[in-house]
């Protein structure tokens, strides 16, 4: 079984997740159901604005697994910060479901809902078009009442610094329980975790891999550390992160990597000695900091609120 992590509310998620971002349509539906019926997988990690929702939900139909096996997230786009319970709505009928059990507010960036394109509303300058009169701690009370109605068992947010987390704590009825980020052996964010840790969120990671052609698969110490333990430097990469107590959502439609990734997490995070995790804890700070996320956000916002370590 996979090892289970107790949120802030008393449920409980599982530690490792299928990441579906950048997953075609059409590859997704046969990577969801492999996951669920042949990987041991009862966790997807989805959203509104990765434009594959109703694929997925189809993956998870024909897997046959009971909904009530599966963990489901999915979260708020964008443009729908000021209307949460539809986009919501929408995201059920993607699914195919009545309810989810986690829902993210995506990024701590409203775009303007009346702009020129309905995902990536965008400026004449290029920039994309920010809903500036919108406030987060709107969309995190709208949150609360999809919540309190039972059309979602857990809410929590993404791509949250500490900055943005202030401005919907003080007036949050509900803790968020995860913040979801891009966290890896190249970008740890200590700091903010720290923090999360001190409110009771929970970290979960995306892009535990590095993404796309990642550097990380070859890096020389996840390298040793993966020959010393007998294990493929992915499961070092993901082991290293269920070790530190957060949830971790490696992205695959490849159904041999779906797999193993799911059983070397669970094998790596057996392994792994602590100083193998102080050498990976402190790689970033040795020179190897990356992100390798851009958020699609203007400068002047994206970056400023963009999480720093
Ligand atoms: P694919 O989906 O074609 O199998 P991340 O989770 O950090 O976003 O990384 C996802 C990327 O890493 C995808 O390109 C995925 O390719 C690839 N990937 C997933 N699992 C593994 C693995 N075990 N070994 C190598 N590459 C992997």
């Known amino acids: ?60 139909r024909t897997s046959g697994v009971p909904r009530s096996e599966v963990f489901i997230t999915s979260k708020l786009w964008g443009t729908w910060h000021s209307r949460v319970e539809e986009c919501l709505d929408q995201t059920l009928a993607n699914l195919g479901t009545d309810y989810l059990d986690l829902y993210l507010i995506h990024w701590p960036v409203p775009l303007n809902p009346k702009g020129n394109h309905p995902i ?15 406030s987060i ?38 803790i968020p329980a995860v913040n979801q980020l891009e966290i890896h052996v190249y970008n740890p964010q200590h700091g903010l975790i ?3 840790k001190s409110k009771g969120i929970t970290p979960q990671a995306y892009s535990p891999l590095g993404s796309t052609n990642s550097p990380l698969l070859s890096d020389e ?17 993901l082991g290293y992160l269920v070790t530190k107590g957060y949830v971790v959502l490696p992205k695959s439609v490849t159904p041999a990597r779906i797999a193993a990734n ?22 970033a700070a040795a020179g190897k900091q990356k992100r390798f996320i851009t958020p699609p956000w203007p400068v002047d916002l994206g970056f400023e609120h963009w999480p720093k370590l």
């Open 194 to 196: 720290d923090y999360l």
């Open 262 to 283: 799911l059983t070397g997490a669970v094998a790596a995070s057996k392994k792994l000695e602590s100083a193998d995790i102080q050498k990976l804890d402190g790689l």
């Open 120 to 134: 990536f509303p965008t400026l004449p300058d290029g920039k994309r078009d920010v809903d500036h009169s919108w």
């Open 1 to 60: 079984a996979v090892p289970t992590i107790k949120l802030n509310n008393g449920i409980e998620i599982p530690a490792i997740g299928l990441g579906t971002w950048q997953s075609k349509p059409n590859e997704v539906s046969a990577a969801v159901e492999f996951a669920l019926k042949e990987g041991g997988y009862r966790h997807i990690d989805c959203a509104w604005g990765y434009g594959n929702e109703k694929e997925v939900g189809e993956g998870i």
């Open 221 to 237: 110490t996840v390298t040793e550390i993966a020959g010393k333990h007998s294990l493929n430097t992915a499961d070092v990469l």
């Open 137 to 174: 701690a709107d969309t995190w009370k709208q949150m609360e009442a999809v919540l309190k109605k039972g059309k979602v068992k857990a809410i929590g947010v993404s791509n949250f610094s500490k900055k943005k987390l202030d401005e919907i704590l003080p007036t949050a009825e509900v």
